[in-house]
Nanobody
Framework: QVQLVESGGGLVQAGGSLRLSCAAS????????MGWYRQAPGKQRDLVASITPSGTTTYAGSVKGRFTISRDNAGNTVYLEMNGLKPEDTAVYYC?????????WGQGTQVTVSS
């Protein structure tokens, strides 16, 4: 069983920064990719950013240039550095790890950006 534990969410003013962390019970090298999704009330869960074992990153257009995904050298923790936060970034952020036919999710962490 894979466990993903997120931390780092909270309340911040527009323009501020937060860093989310996701600690996995297995290394990123066990997955096709790890990443972050977010879900705002009444909306679907969407990809924010992902990173592969080789370090290839993907970002949603709305966060490019503001968010950065990275991982530690051991590959067990994935980070999401969020700068220039906007009220529309308010959502529950979920850590995700993927294998063929299998998805793993964290419990989610709330990010609220006030205007």
């Amino acid at each position: 069983q894979v466990q993903l534990v997120e931390s780092g969410g909270g309340l911040v003013q527009a323009g501020g920064s937060l860093r989310l962390s996701c600690a996995a019970s297995r290394s990123i090298f066990s997955f096709n990719a790890m990443g972050w999704y977010r879900q705002a009330p009444g909306k679907q869960r969407d990809l924010v950013a992902s990173i592969t074992p080789s370090g290839t990153t993907t970002y949603a257009g709305s966060v490019k240039g503001r968010f950065t995904i990275s991982r530690d050298n051991a590959g067990n923790t994935v980070y999401l550095e969020m700068n220039g936060l906007k009220p529309e970034d308010t959502a529950v952020y979920y850590c995700h790890a993927g294998r063929p036919m299998i998805d793993y999710w964290g419990q989610g962490t709330q990010v609220t950006v006030s205007s």
